[in-house]
């Protein structure tokens, strides 16, 4: 087992204090500073190659990937790990019986960084390395985000530079995809650009002092998801892609393998788990604004339900009985799901198929409290109609395309049109003055667009996301690593399955 060094850690001056401007780094940061300034002056006395490492031009930070697990590559143990800044391999401990000092002597790799408290070290000699080149690989590893640079963030439209060169806009980079996680990387993509909720994880201050019990693991997605948006704008990035491997893998485990990156799955399904296993990590419960995600996303709606009486019975006299008189309930949501209309069966003079077309208020007419719809069980059958009571911040859609039957899965190819700006939800609002007068706003502007190509079931189409960048004022297509800019007439020609709509509030 690797031998841990006995000396105190020592830990390197915080990002930004010698070079950076003072706006990028957090007040947490600042608290520290003298503390870490004492113990960097230690290092120095302690080793006089601390400020002069004669192997520091051997870093390579081409090969430097933070984005998967920091596991040992000998071990494959996550306990006191360090990464090759030669060759980017992780390595356990840095004693003289550990991996990270054997593999120093074999291969005449001499520079490492510790995963977790960001120490640089050279080995075999075990000093610690101090100087100021080296504040970007610690940033790479663990971007930290002022609030005044989370305040810039939708009115900035500054671009970064790759290592190769490659300009890349942060917020708009490639997410890997694995092997079949295209339908959880349109979600994360999405999310991304949810100014609250992206403002909130981007700061781990927002949410370290939250307590979960013992044993509990939900608030591991947090975390994830946090480090996953903060790699997704940085703009220091090494690369103009990220891998959401660390994300993806606290997915399986807290889904238990409901989730994978092996098997396509339903995006909808994955966004519907994540909102509430985030509400729950969160410290949120069935109280409206318990949490974070509830605040961006839950609205309330009145459902009114009528059972329907037997056809061969009277149903004047029944009608009169309680169980068929009309019920009414306000239950929250954290989505709305649009019904589409059945595909017909005929085709056009040419043999081919007719791809019907529909306008996205007529699907939301079932919101309007007129429409109703009937819902069969097994044995009784309900009718039922909706009118919403409280509007969100962002609001949710997802458009039915898939029919699962026993045997195969359907999809309805009809097209949604849909304007970019301005869906107007007054109508679809209860008439009660009390909730009139609880919504000064009620227009909504398009932010993001998930669309479904190809043929249904899994492994046969891909996913694709929509994404409106509000500082550069311009819509992006994302499509695991391949990122293109988009005309926003193009949009609506897609085959629409989730969107989500910004409250405009001005």
Known sequence: MAQRDARPSLSLVAYGEDEEDEGTRSSDDDMLVPRKRARVQKAEEEHPLSRSCPFLDTIDRTVLDFDFEKLCSVSLSNNNVYACMVCGKYFQGRGQHSHAYTHSVQVGHHVFLNLE?????????????????????????????????????DSSSKRSIALDGTKYLPGIVGLNNIKANDYMNVILHCLAHVTPLRDYLLRPSNYSHIKRPPGDQ??????????????????????????PHEMLQAVSILSKKRFKITEQGDPVEFLV?????????????????SSEV?????????????????ASEDKVRLMEREEYKEKVETLPFLYLSLD????????????????????????????????????KTHKESYVK???LTKLPPYLIICIKRFTKNNFF???????????????DMAEFLSSDQEVQDAHPHTVYDLMANICHDGQPGAGKGTYRAHVRH?????????????????????????EAYIQIWQLRTN
């Not at 007719?354 to 009937?374: C, M, N, R, V």
């Not at 899965?409 to 869906?423: A, G, L, R, W």
């Open 117 to 153: 408290s960001l120490e640089f070290y050279c080995l075999p000699d075990n000093y610690q390395i101090i100087d100021p080149s080296l504040e970007d690989i610690k940033y790479m590893l663990r971007p930290t985000f002022s609030q005044e640079h989370v305040a810039s963030l």
């Open 218 to 243: 939900k608030f591991m997605l947090v975390r994830r998801l946090g480090e996953l948006f903060r790699k997704l704008w940085n703009p220091r990035n090494f690369k103009s892609h990220v891998s």
């Open 273 to 289: 788990w994540l909102l509430h296993t985030l509400h729950s990590a969160l410290g949120g419960n069935r109280r409206p604004g």
């Open 294 to 310: 509830h605040n961006i996303f839950q609205g309330t709606m009145r459902i009114y339900t009528r059972k329907l009486p037997p």
């Open 340 to 375: 589409l209309p059945v595909t017909p069966l005929f085709q056009d003079e040419l043999e081919r198929n007719i791809i019907p077309q529909i306008p996205l208020f007529d699907l939301l007419s079932k919101f309007d409290g007129a429409h109703e719809k009937e819902y």
């Open 385 to 387: 109609r909706f009118e």
């Open 409 to 423: 899965v359907e999809k309805n190819p009809t097209i949604v049109n849909f304007p970019i700006k301005d869906i």
């Open 470 to 494: 509000m500082g550069a004022n311009q819509w992006y297509e994302l499509q695991d690593l391949h990122v293109q800019d988009l005309l926003p007439q193009m949009i609506t020609l897609a």
